[in-house]
């Protein structure tokens, strides 16, 4: 459920503080991405150039910059409305006082309250702390206002006591954020499902600087993986060099040729649907020259021997699970339903899209398309914008579900 998430580690003046830094290479390692924003205070234990290296983003300490002026005073709006979850761990005692009562006198607290996204506090501190009234009140005043808590772990503390208090183990930080993710997931008809869409052309290199390719940008495949993702699927998109930016909130894995993919999606075969948008060269040279391939003086022709690449959406239909759907893609000139009839029954496919090459506006690289949708005795034709066609094809597939 981290893969593919946005997680703001906010880090407090505590000296479990040391401990974040375990935690964010543990939710990096599950497939998240990590923004970290500490207290002043906090940087006093560990420097924000370790979170900083690690997080591969500026650490938020500053709401002002005296240094650069308004440029990053509205850093915590934006920040609010990127993370899909806030995470604070360790959060002190000062900090959930400043939480209850809405202070907002550092970046941590000030992107606290502008946050759109599920909180999960992490309280940490010694234990006479802990069960003092006054921090007693603040966690049940914070349960009452929403937020998540995850109570520390009992153990030997820095003050030397054995008593409750300590930073729970980053697994049990992981599962909790993982179950409140799901909690707050995308609902629709694809909810609990794991969906693999493949987008954008195959290269097959003949030499370091000349490929055999094709035109497709990759939109089709973008709009079917978003499509999913907004019907509450589980998305991975496998990509090859498209023309178009990768879609947000998705997680994604680049591939160039087709033997690539075939790895790819060997890997990921057990999905519970998958859309094999990408536009894949059926064949490759059989030699790729290390070096460029100079032309002769001599000679005004050559010729290239090509080799068949790995037929990836037959391998996916001879292997299918039983609960699996499968959807492919068809682009032809001539005969185009029947050559995407014929595909449909070859590979074992539930589903397949035949793409119109030759009508207008449709097709390669455009933001329009006319797509039919065939299945065992169904034919229905869509045309539009791609996002537009990529849901109404998904909810006629699944919209029923």
């Given at each position: 459920?981290?893969?593919?998430?946005?997680?703001?580690?906010?880090?407090?003046?505590?000296?479990?503080?040391?401990?974040?830094?375990?935690?964010?290479?543990?939710?990096?390692?599950?497939?998240?991405?990590?923004?970290?924003t500490m207290t002043p205070s906090a940087t006093r234990f560990v420097g924000s150039?370790?979170?900083?290296?690690?997080?591969?983003?500026?650490?938020?300490?500053?709401?002002?910059?005296?240094?650069?002026?308004?440029?990053?005073?509205?850093?915590?709006?934006?920040?609010?409305?990127?993370?899909?979850?806030?995470?604070?761990?360790?959060?002190?005692?000062?900090?959930?006082?400043?939480?209850?009562?809405?202070?907002?006198?550092?970046?941590?607290?000030?992107?606290?309250?502008?946050?759109?996204?599920?909180?999960?506090?992490?309280?940490?501190?010694?234990?006479?702390?802990?069960?003092?009234?006054?921090?007693?009140?603040?966690?049940?005043?914070?349960?009452?206002?929403?937020?998540?808590?995850?109570?520390?772990?009992?153990?030997?503390?820095?003050?030397?006591?054995?008593?409750?208090?300590?930073?729970?183990?980053?697994?049990?930080?992981?599962?909790?954020?993982?179950?409140?993710?799901?909690?707050?997931?995308?609902?629709?008809?694809?909810?609990?499902?794991?969906?693999?869409?493949?987008?954008?052309?195959?290269?097959?290199?003949?030499?370091?600087?000349?490929?055999?390719?094709?035109?497709?940008?990759?939109?089709?495949?973008?709009?079917?993986?978003?499509?999913?993702?907004?019907?509450?699927?589980?998305?991975?998109?496998?990509?090859?060099?498209?023309?178009?930016?990768?879609?947000?909130?998705?997680?994604?894995?680049?591939?160039?040729?087709?033997?690539?993919?075939?790895?790819?999606?060997?890997?990921?075969?057990?999905?519970?649907?998958?859309?094999?948008?990408?536009?894949?060269?059926?064949?490759?040279?059989?030699?790729?020259?290390?070096?460029?391939?100079?032309?002769?003086?001599?000679?005004?022709?050559?010729?290239?021997?090509?080799?068949?690449?790995?037929?990836?959406?037959?391998?996916?239909?001879?292997?299918?699970?039983?609960?699996?759907?499968?959807?492919?893609?068809?682009?032809?000139?001539?005969?185009?339903?029947?050559?995407?009839?014929?595909?449909?029954?070859?590979?074992?496919?539930?589903?397949?899209?035949?793409?119109?090459?030759?009508?207008?506006?449709?097709?390669?690289?455009?933001?329009?398309?006319?797509?039919?949708?065939?299945?065992?005795?169904?034919?229905?034709?869509?045309?539009?914008?791609?996002?537009?066609?990529?849901?109404?094809?998904?909810?006629?597939?699944?919209?029923?579900?």
């Open positions: 459920m981290l893969s593919g998430k946005r997680i703001i580690l906010g880090v407090t003046g505590g000296i479990a503080a040391y401990k974040a830094v375990v935690l964010l290479r543990e939710f990096q390692k599950a497939g998240a991405e990590v923004r970290v150039e370790t979170f900083a290296a690690l997080s591969r983003n500026e650490v938020a300490l500053e709401v002002f910059n005296d240094e650069k002026p308004g440029k990053n005073w509205t850093k915590h709006i934006h920040w609010g409305e990127w993370a899909d979850l806030f995470v604070i761990a360790p959060c002190t005692a000062n900090t959930l006082a400043k939480i209850v009562h809405g202070q907002s006198d550092n970046m941590l607290t000030s992107t606290l309250l502008a946050a759109r996204c599920p909180v999960l506090i992490c309280p940490t501190m010694d234990g006479e702390m802990y069960e003092s009234p006054a921090v007693s009140k603040n966690l049940e005043k914070l349960r009452e206002m929403g937020y998540y808590l995850l109570e520390p772990d009992e153990g030997y503390l820095a003050s030397g006591l054995e008593a409750i208090g300590r930073l729970p183990e980053p697994d049990s930080i992981l599962e909790k954020s993982s179950e409140i993710i799901m909690e707050h997931r995308i609902q629709g008809p694809l909810t609990g499902k794991k969906v693999i869409v493949t987008a954008g052309p195959t290269r097959e290199f003949i030499d370091p600087v000349r490929f055999i390719s094709n035109p497709s940008s990759g939109k089709m495949g973008v709009a079917m993986a978003e499509s999913a993702r907004a019907m509450g699927a589980d998305v991975t998109l496998l990509h090859g060099p498209m023309t178009t930016a990768n879609p947000d909130r998705i997680q994604s894995t680049s591939f160039t040729s087709a033997d690539e993919l075939f790895e790819l999606v060997q890997k990921h075969a057990d999905a519970d649907i998958v859309i094999m948008a990408a536009a894949v060269a059926d064949y490759k040279p059989d030699k790729r020259s290390d070096q460029k391939i100079k032309k002769s003086e001599s000679d005004d022709e050559s010729s290239i021997h090509l080799t068949r690449t790995p037929d990836v959406l037959a391998w996916l239909g001879e292997r299918k699970p039983e609960q699996q759907v499968l959807i492919g893609f068809a682009m032809e000139t001539e005969n185009l339903i029947d050559n995407a009839r014929s595909k449909l029954k070859k590979k074992n496919l539930d589903w397949i899209c035949a793409n119109e090459l030759n009508s207008e506006g449709s097709g390669f690289e455009s933001d329009t398309n006319t797509i039919h949708l065939l299945g065992e005795d169904f034919h229905k034709e869509f045309s539009g914008k791609k996002s537009e066609i990529a849901s109404e094809i998904l909810m006629e597939i699944f919209g029923s579900d």
